[in-house]
């Protein structure tokens, strides 16, 4: 996940949690509440969890301010600075199981009913399109929708 912050002077901060260290993880989960492994912190992010953000935002700052607290660290107005988006190798990762799924059924609904949300959550619009190429859904993207239409 791309956990994006805008700071006062309007600069954007980029931080993927797969550059995350075992270590950061593991304290990024203890931040949490000690009893949620990585999977459901990643669920927590793409519900923009003010928690789960400020916890890994808090993981990559200390790693230049290492006497940084949890419980002390604040980011103010956070609904407008924070945000978590998922990148394109989790969105290959959301199809293949999806096409699984369809495959299994002979049917495009269950991808189909995901896109509006997974690309609200991309980081960037467009890869949901060109990972449903590269799946060989491309009849679900909007470049082809809007042909059609």
Same mark, same amino acid.
Not at 52 to 72: C, G, I, M, Q
């Given at each position: 996940?791309?956990?994006?912050?805008?700071?006062?002077?309007?600069?954007?901060?980029?931080?993927?949690?797969?550059?995350?260290?075992?270590?950061?993880?593991?304290?990024?989960?203890?931040?949490?509440?000690?009893?949620?492994?990585?999977?459901?912190?990643?669920?927590?992010?793409?519900?923009? +969890? $003010?928690?789960?953000?400020?916890?890994? %935002?808090? *993981?990559?700052?200390? @790693?230049?301010?290492? !006497?940084?607290? &949890?419980?002390?660290? +604040? $980011?103010?107005?956070?609904?407008?600075? %924070?945000? *978590?988006?998922?990148? @394109?190798?989790?969105? !290959?990762?959301? &199809?293949?199981?999806?096409?699984?799924?369809?495959?299994?059924?002979?049917?495009?609904?269950?991808?189909?009913?995901?896109?509006? !949300?997974?690309?609200?959550?991309?980081?960037?619009?467009?890869?949901?399109?060109?990972?449903?190429?590269?799946?060989?859904?491309?009849?679900?993207?909007?470049?082809?929708?809007?042909?059609?239409?």
């Amino acid at each position: 996940m791309i956990i994006t912050y805008v700071g006062d002077d309007g600069g954007t901060e980029r931080w993927s949690t797969e550059d995350l260290s075992a270590l950061e993880a593991a304290a990024v989960e203890e931040a949490v509440g000690g009893d949620i492994p990585w999977r459901g912190i990643e669920n927590l992010l793409r519900a923009q +969890d $003010v928690t789960a953000l400020r916890a890994v %935002l808090w *993981a990559f700052r200390r @790693r230049e301010n290492k !006497d940084l607290e &949890f419980s002390t660290f +604040d $980011v103010p107005n956070w609904k407008r600075r %924070l945000k *978590a988006r998922i990148e @394109r190798s989790e969105l !290959d990762d959301v &199809f293949a199981n999806a096409m699984r799924q369809a495959l299994e059924k002979n049917e495009d609904s269950l991808i189909d009913a995901m896109l509006p !949300d997974l690309r609200n959550l991309a980081e960037d619009p467009d890869d949901v399109d060109r990972a449903l190429d590269a799946l060989g859904k491309g009849h679900l993207t909007r470049r082809q929708r809007a042909s059609e239409g």
